[in-house]
């Protein structure tokens, strides 16, 4: 009998018994002290449960939520149902009902039209079982784009279409990078959104782009793992890295291999570094000329990286040169490259990034040690408006993941179980602290240990948004001018992104930034403001 198979927390928690919430306290425990533990570990994926025992667990699921499912018969309820079964979700990840949850979940949730929130179940599975992923977030874009009705609901749907297509494209899935953009294209048009119809209409016309470059590329790709060394192949992978994937980090050690009598020299020049203004603008002019030579897209993201060295270049300079800069940053203002998705955790150089704590990156994620405000920042200037998505799980400990953020010179964190994991905030606003601010939220625990968990800062011109696994928790209207960065979570720069993680041991699966309106820039070597 499948009864007997359940662990009985599992079937408790799908009685909907342990759904009670004690009281919340009136005042909030302070942070626990750093545990002594060993850094933080994924555990490995399992295999999908077998069809029989997803069957039984489905017959179970269908007896305890009988009138659930029944009463589920409007976008509404149906997603307030998939919030309540992923509530549901037991730890034990061998219980097939686990994944009938949290598969429900998702189809609620697409039933629903809320994207996010299936977004939120898949990245519960892929954090427990042997999935695709991007194709199970691809089929739920199709799904929420059949059912999609109101301006609201197409706004967030053609955002995360775009989204997963860049993850598709920076898995260099092009064909699905592709369909997602269209998608995203298509459901913008039915918005009156300008911008968004602006930026999805040219990332479709890049991902086309990309995917023909990828294809001429692909007998260079196949040569270069066979013969590492190989000038020709480097050469070729390397342009497409920096000039078609803006992946400059990937790109230019395959460039300066490549042989090219323009591209090695300037390459090589880069990798060892330019800290002198002089050698910051003969950069910016090497890769200047460079772009003048390619075609779109190609020009536009070879254009912008020059425009990284000048920005650098420029606070330091003086008189006729100094014109001369400010007047080619201002002929290339409108070069900027299409809007699209930058995985943080390629930017991230532990021995260069880290404030405090024990960090380290394994296997694509990064691992902090339970201490004291642990955080490092990013080398990531960020756009007017922006998503910033973190996935993580917390391993050990007792308080806050804090994804830092930052509009301008006005940084400010998400602080998403602070103060032993009861209150859910933003801090700081008006000079008051996380608990005692118009945007705290209490609970008797937001995280739990062990538990995979997706936090969304949504930064808009009109105010910033919390998220946390497809459900909105807080917001607050502003213009970041009253918002500011308690010191025990200062970073170097006062205008990047950062990650923080106090007394909490802590798995970051993806730490991703999705561009909505201007650009970002990565910063290189600047100097503290």
Known sequence: MMM???SLASILLLAGLCWGEPAVPETAPAASPPSETGPATTPAKIPVPDTAAQREAVKLL?????????NAVTPIRRTALARKLLAAVPQETTSPVRFVLLTRARDLAVEGADLDLALASIAELDQAYTIDALAMSAEAATG??????????????AEGAGAIADRALAADRYSAARALAELALGVSRATSDPELQRSAAQRARQIREMETAYADIKKSLDMLAAQPADPAANLGVGRFRCFFTNDWPGGLSLLARGGDKILAPLA?????????????????DGWGAVAEKERDPAKNNVQQ?????YRLAEPNLSGLTKARIQGRLKALAGTEPASKTVNLLKLVDLSKHVIAGKWALSQGNLTVESGWFCRLEFPYR??????????????????SIAPICAVGSHQFVLDTAGWGSTIFSFSIIDGRMGNNNATVRKAVRWIENGRPYTALVKVRREGVQGWLNGKLVTEWKTNYKEMSLFATWGLRHNDVLGLGANSAATTFRTVEVTEISGHGEIVKDAEPQ
């Not at 929420?144 to 749907?157: C, F, T």
């Not at 990286?305 to 060295?309: E, K, L, N, P, V």
């Not at 922006?386 to 391993?395: G, I, L």
């Open 268 to 284: 090589q020049q880069e990798l060892a570094g330019a800290t002198e203004p002089a050698a910051q603008v003969a950069l910016g």
């Open 305 to 309: 990286h020059a425009c990284q060295w």
């Open 62 to 70: 269908n007896e305890v939520y009988e009138t659930d499912f029944a």
């Open 144 to 157: 929420v784009a059949k059912v999609a009705r109101s301006p609201e609901q197409r706004r967030r749907l």
């Open 382 to 399: 960020p756009p007017a408006e922006y998503d910033y998505r973190v996935a993580f799980t917390r391993t050990a400990g007792n308080d």
């Open 4 to 6: 007997r198979r359940l």
